[in-house]
């Protein structure tokens, strides 16, 4: 890998192309797109008239061919089909479409609890904590149904969610809560349970795994308790409990049973309720509750000694100031795109042959897997991808080589793959200083090892000087690929329609990332608007969370950024954190990662304190330049979409700890969009 230091269009359409139907569910927009599946909202329509919302997720087409994942995600099909709860969501039906699977679930009108929190930090609004009860007692009840679940004879499954966590917990405007994602689920007591689901690699968020679960041991529903325990802690802290330097010192801390003070945190919280909360993260699993239901009447008990509600109405009195109207908004929006698309298209016939109810589909999806075996698998030139050149045809080549260099004799120091690494076609492919120029190329180096394999190219891997330098390359071609932050992708989209984003990265699984605001701990700065006047320190003119989402925030509070406050560009986020340590500026914004790489790169971010949330961000974008060939564009985004960072990458990265690459779905870039266009600049 060539070393050396020297954000475009959105395309009309995602990488993947929704589709207009999935069965016979009307698509209306794709709302997500994970390492497994990718999920639909739908409509769909009976007789009468009638109709109604609802999800679809749906197998990603690249892993249909699979048995493994396909049959993954059947066993979470089999098992959520059969609960019939309130606090779980609901499955319609199971079947499959175009050789895929897919799940039709109940929609449900609502954010998840992290988005929740979020909404509540953003609005310097502690969560109440009947309502914090509220939520995790409903979430307690569906878990313990799970849990209770049994087998068609009666026999108790053993059911362990085993990926319990605020991204998994559903709550509505009216104060619902629900339960879901049963994608790694695990059913202990089946005898003739694959081994792959008891063992190997680490399956859930480390940050809510029980300590039993970070050791590898047998799981039983202990480990959903845990998992409660942690986030109710933080519905009622609205920070992490178990966040540190590294997952491995994450885990280190669930399995000591390494706890925050909570009453440290909040006062407020009574003392019943924290006996309550702990007992449920004890880190022996015998000292838990024995089950959710008991967690749930403790948790209950504790709120009423306090004088504490913690029924749908206290959730709902917390919940719909924050989401209800933007629920309502993307509803209507739903509804009114299902009847635009009910004029555009003609009515289509009956479901298709190929969708079945639940007790029927696994069956026919088995025996589609069975029959798409490695022979009659798709090759990659049948799908309209370049065929890979065999090795054998570049022997001669490079043997020619080996000879010439052996003449000048140097041909002792280089091995033959080496010559042929070196003999490959070079491409260009740059990041915008996102931080530190070695830290960066440092933690890209095993993906980039993994390109170049898939490509078969020898990848010259640059660090821009700025955000805009690595615009006018990627335009000019002169960088053939360019990792785009996400205010540079949707700037340059107007000027340059001729980049392609292939796809999005995923950091830590998550396509998105916070923009967090710090001020030096003890300059006496509690609220934003006491920034007036101040220095504020800036990663790029053209970065997101360093520059855009910031002074958006500060509009909010009534600063002009330009006038109100003085600006200063540190270059990039590490540098930023470094100069508000060292007392360069008051104030700085960075990317939510940004923290930890400071540390890690020697910045004394202990003298930092977090003062605001600034807004959700998309992760870099990955575009081709114009020189970039289709056959090549085609590889590349196959071999980005297949990347799975724990098994090719560096996930212990300071900066870039990407987890692999997801297709771009144009929705997640409208609070950048909103962000530029406050400033003056969309």
């Known amino acids: 890998m060539a ?44 007789h009468a008239g009638l109709e109604r919302l609802v999800v679809v997720k749906r197998i990603l087409p690249h892993l249909a061919v699979h048995a493994s994942f396909v049959e993954m995600f059947l066993a979470e099909a089999r098992w959520v089909a059969r609960m019939n709860h309130p606090n779980i969501v609901q499955v319609h039906e199971l079947g499959e479409d175009g050789g895929a699977p897919y799940l039709a679930m109940e929609y449900v009108p609502g954010s998840s609890v992290r988005d929740v929190v979020v909404a509540a930090i953003e609005r310097e609004m502690p969560t109440p904590i009947g309502a914090a009860l509220g939520i995790i007692a409903q979430a307690c009840a569906g878990a313990h149904a799970a849990h209770e679940l049994t087998d068609p004879s009666g026999q108790p499954l053993g059911l362990v969610h085993r990926d319990i966590s605020p991204h998994n917990l559903m709550v509505t405007a009216e104060g619902h809560t629900k339960l879901l994602d049963f994608g790694i689920a695990k059913a202990t007591e089946v005898a003739d349970l694959d081994d792959k689901t008891r063992t190997g690699a680490l399956k859930g968020k480390v940050h809510y795994m ?37 997952e491995l010192d994450a885990m280190q801390a669930i399995v000591t049973g390494d706890l925050k003070d909570l009453r440290k ?57 924050l989401i209800g109207q ?56 049948s799908l309209g991808q370049p065929a890979a050149v065999p090795r054998r045809r570049r022997l001669p080549r490079v043997a020619a080589a080996l000879v010439a260099l052996a003449a000048l004799g140097v041909g002792a120091f280089v091995g033959a793959q080496q010559l042929s690494r070196l003999l490959r076609p070079r491409l260009v492919m740059a990041w915008a200083p996102i931080a530190e120029k070695d830290m960066l190329l440092d933690d890209v180096r095993p993906l980039i090892a993994y390109l170049e394999d898939e490509l078969d190219r020898t990848l010259d891997v640059q660090v821009t000087n700025s955000y805009d330098e690595l615009q006018q390359r990627l335009a000019a071609g002169t960088v053939d690929i360019g990792v785009v932050p996400p205010a540079l992708f949707v700037l340059a989209q107007q000027e340059h329609p001729e980049m392609e984003a292939l796809a999005v990265k995923l950091v830590d699984g998550s396509t998105g990332s916070d923009g967090v605001l710090y001020v030096d701990d003890v300059s006496g700065i509690t609220d934003l608007r006491q920034l007036k006047g101040k220095r504020f320190c800036y990663a790029d003119p053209k970065s997101t969370t360093g520059y855009a989402f910031p002074r958006a925030a500060l509009r909010k509070v009534g600063i002009d950024p330009d006038r ?24 700085g914004a960075v990317y939510s990662g940004g923290y930890l790489a400071a540390d890690r790169a020697g910045v004394p971010v202990q003298r930092l304190r977090q003062l605001a949330m600034t807004g959700r961000s998309p992760q870099d974008t990955v575009c081709a330049g114009p020189k970039l060939t289709p056959a090549m564009r085609a590889r590349l985004k196959k071999a980005l979409l297949t990347y799975d960072g724990k098994k090719h990458g560096n996930m212990s990265g300071s900066v870039e700890r990407i987890s692999g690459f997801a297709p771009i779905r144009d929705s997640d870039y409208d609070n950048v969009r909103a962000a530029l266009r406050s400033d003056g600049r969309l």
């Open 265 to 321: 945190l909040r006062r407020e919280v009574p003392a019943g309720v924290v006996a309550a909360v702990e007992k449920a993260l004890r880190p022996k699993r015998e000292d838990r509750y024995a089950t959710a239901a008991d967690m749930r009447t403790a948790i209950l008990d504790a709120g009423r000694a306090a004088g504490l509600r913690s029924d749908v109405d206290t959730v709902a009195a917390f919940v719909k100031p």
């Open 564 to 587: 109100d406050v003085i600006s200063h560009i540190s270059g990039n986020h590490i540098a930023v954190l470094r100069d508000l340590a060292a007392g360069v500026c008051e104030a």
């Open 3 to 46: 070393i050396s230091k020297s954000e475009p269009r959105l395309p009309a359409v995602p990488i993947l192309p929704i589709p207009k139907r999935i069965a016979r569910y009307e698509v209306i927009d794709r709302l997500a797109t994970g390492g497994m599946a990718e999920v639909f909202i739908c409509c769909e329509r009976g």
């Open 210 to 246: 029980a300590p039993e679960q970070c050791k590898q041991e047998p799981l039983d529903r202990r480990a959903d308790v845990f998992a409660l325990g942690v986030v109710v802690w933080e519905l009622l802290a609205q920070e992490r409990l178990f966040k540190r330097d590294s």
């Open 326 to 381: 933007l629920h309502k908004e993307r509803e209507a929006g739903f509804r009114a795109a299902a009847v635009e698309r009910t004029r555009a298209t003609p009515a289509e016939g009956a479901a298709s042959d190929e969708a079945t109810l639940v007790d029927k589909p696994h069956k026919r999806a088995a025996a589609a897997v069975q029959a798409r075996s490695p022979s009659t698998a798709p090759t990659a030139k």
